[in-house]
């Protein structure tokens, strides 16, 4: 693969340097305070998996804008096929005059969700406002009203889906009331549930509380990430969402697999949802399917789908046919680069470098995930008491060195890697070894 921005780290000035502090200086004029950054750099340039600031210092990207940018930032294909669209039209709307573009990428989306029956699909913006509409079309299609959302769920900002996500700082306090008929159940968390705890019993603990506490009759939809997110990047034992899947059969209830961030070549499969061997009633994804662009998607059982009145759902914006280019482009850029072998071998390598770490210090609790969605828990000293304080100083060590890793996390105390999946292997060894430095140097 070609790149325009040399595929290095580079640290030129101190961080932030003057042209990132001048920025700063009217941020803090102009900007609402409620608007953060993880990065004191001011970006200019970002190719593949580079973030150039204006100051000329080159960070390695291990967020890609929140797992935005998994077929790479700036992937020529994806550059041409913005250009080409826009050129043609920089906005048409599906409610008012129709475009193939709309058409196109709802049946790429049906033929690569799992699930051998007929599917349809509908586009949106945001990630949020693809969980709204799930909402919308589950209890439409049910005519029942209670939603069941997971501890450590991450769903979006917008009312209804502050609701359904878990954590209150900083995402929900001092913003109620909050929408009702939501209701929060245990998770499956392998490294946190009493030892040797299977995923069928975790997930029997679930149902008999929703059993218990509303009514599985009442239940319109059941809606879990597979590989849990913000919260952690929590992979819920094998056998736990299965048996969610089957309780919600059994029961009339629409299972929607949030595959916001986990979908779309992350893990090394389309959706992460396949390595449960679910088949989700509906499925909602964004982050990594427009390959930068705002665009998402509810797809799911063509009956279910049909179940809301016309103009029901919608928006001004939703499909807007440059985020459709741009996600066609990406699919194609996925399959043709071979990105989800690309996400399977980061995983290895991760796995090679970061295992006799974990054996050599007290502090990781544990590394998991699965193909590029990767996590490191901290802990304290040989316990399971989570460990914030020494994220904040392995990331702000890395981030000196020109790698930026995320963090994650109910106790904060995750560190999160979402490679775009074009990242050379000598950038990702590179970038994993300032990370190993950071954290025996914690730990020492
Ligand atoms: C990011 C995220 C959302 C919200 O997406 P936005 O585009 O920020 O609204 C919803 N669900 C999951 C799992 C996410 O990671």
């Known amino acids: 693969m070609e790149f325009r921005l040399e595929q290095k780290r580079q640290v030129v000035t101190e961080i932030p340097g003057p042209k990132s502090k001048a920025f700063q200086a009217d941020r803090e004029k102009y900007v609402s305070n409620s608007i953060g950054s993880s990065l004191p750099g001011y970006i200019e340039a970002a190719d593949g998996a580079i973030l150039r600031d204006v100051d000329g210092n080159q960070f390695i990207d291990f967020g890609s804008g929140i797992g935005v940018t998994t077929v790479g930032n700036s992937n020529p294909k994806v550059v041409k096929a913005v250009q080409d669209a826009a050129a043609a039209g920089t906005h048409l709307q599906i409610n008012t005059a129709p475009y193939g573009s709309y058409i196109e990428l709802c049946k790429r989306l049906t033929e690569l969700t799992p699930g051998d029956f007929p599917k349809k699909a509908a586009l949106f913006n945001t990630g949020a406002e693809a969980l709204e509409n799930a909402v919308k079309i589950a209890r439409k299609y049910t005519g029942r009203q209670a939603i069941v959302v997971f501890e ?65 009759e009442n239940v319109a939809a059941i809606i879990l990430e597979p590989v849990v997110g913000e ?97 066609l482009a990406t699919i194609e850029a996925y399959e043709e680069e071979n990105l989800l072998d690309a996400a399977l071998r980061i995983e290895e ?51 000196a060195q020109g790698a930026m890793f995320l963090t994650c996390g109910t106790y904060g105390n995750v560190i999160r890697l979402l490679p775009p999946l074009v990242m050379t292997e000598e950038l990702l060894r590179d970038g994993l070894q300032v990370l190993i430095d950071a954290i025996r140097k914690a730990a020492a």
């Open 152 to 216: 450590h769920a991450f769903h979006g900002r917008t009312n209804l889906t502050m609701a359904m996500t878990a954590k209150a700082a900083p995402y929900k306090i001092g913003f109620g009331p909050f929408a009702p008929e939501v209701y929060r159940m245990p998770l499956s968390y392998p490294f946190r549930d009493p030892e040797g705890m299977t995923g069928e019993e975790a997930a029997k603990r679930t149902i008999t509380m929703i059993e218990k506490q509303i009514g599985a």
């Open 231 to 327: 919260g952690g990047f929590i992979v819920p034992a094998d056998g736990f969402m299965s048996s969610l899947v089957k309780f919600a059969k059994d029961n009339g209830i629409v299972y929607v697999s949030d595959e916001v961030q986990s979908g779309m070549a992350r893990t090394g499969k389309w959706f992460a949802s396949e390595w449960s061997g679910i088949e989700p009633d509906l499925i909602t994804s964004a982050k990594g399917l427009g390959g930068g662009m705002p665009i998402s998607a509810v797809i799911g059982r063509a009956e279910i789908m049909d179940a809301p009145q016309p103009g029901g759902i919608g928006g001004t914006y939703s499909g807007n046919p440059v985020s459709n280019a741009s996600a």
């Open 349 to 399: 390598i991760f796995r090679e470098m970061l295992e006799p770490v974990v054996a050599e210090v007290g502090i990781v609790g544990e590394i998991r995930g699965r193909g590029a969605m990767l996590a490191i828990e901290f802990v304290q000293d040989g316990s399971k008491e989570p460990n914030a304080a020494v994220v904040k100083q392995i990331v702000d060590d890395a981030l």
